[in-house]
């Protein structure tokens, strides 16, 4: 269970990821920088290049937020 606890989760991140840029109209700049030769993975948004994407994209301090 613990598994696909993390599987959902990784994947929803890269969703949201995806929804974002495409209501920002960005879907070029999505598709470049989760394709290509050095492909990120962006499952993860506590990694530091997926976070940095994320806050840019959205002005939502996620690693500050008092859950």
């Known amino acids: 269970m613990v598994v696909l606890a993390e599987v959902v ?3 929803s991140t890269v969703w949201a990821l995806e929804e974002l840029f495409k209501s920002k109209r960005e879907t070029n700049l999505w598709e470049a920088l989760s394709a290509g030769k050095k ?3 962006f ?3 506590c990694d530091k290049y ?3 994407i994320y806050t840019a994209a959205s002005g939502d301090q996620i690693t500050q937020a008092a859950f």
Do not use: F, S
């Open 9 to 11: 989760c990784e994947a």
């Open 39 to 41: 492909k990120r993975r």
């Open 43 to 45: 499952q993860d948004i």
């Open 50 to 52: 997926a976070n940095k």
